[in-house]
């Protein structure tokens, strides 16, 4: 079952997304799978499980940033206990996952609005295009499917959950 043919998906005919960005949601992990359908599409050891969300005005800008943060984001423990190393620095693993749900927008009614959320075309290119930039760092990448309805299983570590976004860069 692909999550896009989800009717509260199709919500977001006329939106406007002013101030939208990618938003990842990173979860420190000792290890995480995701499966389709029973199938294994990516597996990982110690690193990040990252959820990412593209809204529908997010651009190739957003994307960078956010992979240049991830995995220069000191939330790994040195010989001392302290968040001072990096992805880079301890060789983390990554598994990436799309999730548009990240973009809801649940402050009226009972049913979440999904309308600053990319289009599936659009999001789907930012989301490989992002894969790709990751991937770059030299790191292993491992990815959900885009669209599908997916099982991850995840052992977070820590617990370390952290929210990013790409306006961020904006305020910086």
Do not use: W
């Not at 939106?15 to 499966?35: D, F, W, Y």
């Not at 990436?96 to 749900?101: E, L, Y």
């Not at 609005?113 to 290119?125: E, G, H, I, M, V």
């Not at 959900?144 to 910086?172: Q, Y």
Request: with cysteine; aromatic share 8%.
């Amino acid at each position: 079952m692909f999550v896009y043919n989800n009717p509260i998906y199709y919500n977001i005919a006329g939106n406007n997304c002013q101030g939208n960005v990618v938003k990842a949601l990173l979860q420190r992990v000792t290890g995480a799978i995701v499966t389709v359908d029973d199938k294994v599409l990516g597996e990982i050891g110690s690193g990040f499980v990252v959820l990412l969300g593209v809204a529908a005005d997010d651009s190739e800008k957003d994307a960078d940033y956010l992979a240049d943060k991830i995995v220069n984001l000191r939330v790994f423990n040195d010989d001392e206990g302290k968040f001072n190393l990096s992805a880079l620095q301890v060789k983390a693993e990554l598994l990436v996952i799309s999730q548009f749900t990240l973009l809801a927008d649940a402050r009226k009614g009972r049913r979440p609005s999904f309308t600053s959320a990319a289009l599936p075309d659009r999001a789907q290119t930012l989301y490989y295009y992002f894969i790709d930039k990751l991937s770059e760092s030299g790191l292993r990448v491992e990815k959900g499917s885009f669209g599908a309805h997916m099982l991850v299983k995840i052992l977070n570590d820590g617990p370390v959950t952290i929210m990013l976004d790409s306006k961020d860069k904006l305020t910086a």
